[in-house]
């Protein structure tokens, strides 16, 4: 590990610990690191980027955000390790979780902070936002991953998952549960398993942050797949009736492709304006395409799943969760 922090005084601890997984993030490292600097807020707050990237995120974070606390790793870290580490290097007592393709509004931190603070509850999160609207592709991608924490206007409320990305809890319960090692899928058994313990979580959807998403067509495919594998052995715990009766019949992942589309466009018309109905509706052919190559992913993973079967243990719930070579968290 390579630490670019440099010697200080003895100060006051922070009142929270932003921490950011990396991974190749030089396209956009800049926009995450500049809505921080700009939020809006009574706390003081450090950053802590955990990093290990093969391009210039690490220049750039060493030349032009000094203030920010850089761990650099030569070795890749997953999304649920490098989020552990930040825990441990953590000077506050209350840690937000934040992803580099993610953009604060400048209220974020205060929000997140304050209904943490005035809530009885264990981990808070907000909403997502689309950060590519007028491109097809990105906004396909947006909507397959992020339909559960589309921004609405609201008070907020209880809520079983939670971003990670768009996150913040307790040190403590941090270190009490650990994320899982992986890049897909760590937020959501973090945050299921604290929710099936009896510590609540809570949605404050006007804390917003906007997603940077994949464009391209082979980008969002490839993730969208990646997703797939990944929610497949995750869902081995979060979902176990349901991935049962998925290995017992898995042509019927396919087919519930229209379905999840009908429960998206559901809440899509519900939280967002009639013109975002309108673009999800000629997005549809994009959006079934999409989510079948999800289905495929899983697919794959079930059929991978069924072999082992036997030789499972039973203390092994999850087998192995896949690692996503684009560095995303699966949220859906």
């Known amino acids: 590990m390579v ?122 999160g907000g909403a997502i936002e689309n950060g590519t609207p007028t491109n097809i592709m990105g906004s396909v991608g947006f909507y397959l991953e992020f339909f559960r924490f589309l921004s609405c206007k609201g008070s907020p409320c209880f809520s079983t998952f939670l971003m990670g990305g768009n996150s913040g809890f307790r040190k403590t319960v941090c270190q009490s549960l650990p994320f899982k090692d992986a890049s897909i899928g760590d937020d959501f058994l973090f945050t299921w398993h604290l929710v099936h313990s009896g510590r609540p979580l809570l949605f404050v959807p006007s804390a917003v942050v906007r997603h940077i998403n994949k464009t391209g067509l082979r980008n969002v495919l490839n993730y969208q797949y990646q997703l797939g594998l990944g929610a497949c052995a995750y869902r081995q715990t979060v979902s176990p009736r349901l991935s049962s009766s998925m290995k017992r019949l898995p042509p019927a992942i396919f087919l519930s492709s229209v379905f999840v589309l009908f429960w998206i466009g559901c809440l899509v018309l519900k939280r967002e304006k009639v013109f975002d109905g309108i673009k999800f509706f000629l997005l549809l052919p994009f959006l079934l395409f999409g989510h079948l190559v999800w289905a495929t992913g899983f697919f794959r993973e079930i059929m991978r799943i069924r072999k082992l079967q036997p030789h499972r243990h039973p203390q092994d719930p999850l087998m192995r969760m896949p690692q996503s070579e684009a560095g995303g968290q699966a949220k859906g």
Do not use: M
């Open 3 to 124: 630490s670019s922090e440099q010697p200080t005084q003895t100060l006051p601890p922070p009142d929270v610990s932003v921490i950011i997984p990396s991974f190749n993030s030089a396209p956009h490292v800049r926009q995450c690191l500049d809505a921080l600097k700009a939020q809006i807020t009574t706390c003081s707050y450090e950053v802590i980027l955990v990093d290990s990237s093969q391009d210039a995120t690490h220049d750039i974070v060493t030349d032009e955000y000094p203030d920010v606390r850089l761990f650099h790793f030569d070795e890749r870290c997953s999304v649920g390790k490098a989020r552990n580490i930040g825990v441990e290097k953590a000077k506050a007592e209350i840690v937000l979780f934040l992803d580099t393709d993610c953009v604060p509004i400048p209220t974020w931190l205060e929000q997140l902070y304050s209904a943490l603070q005035s809530h009885h509850v264990v981990g808070v």
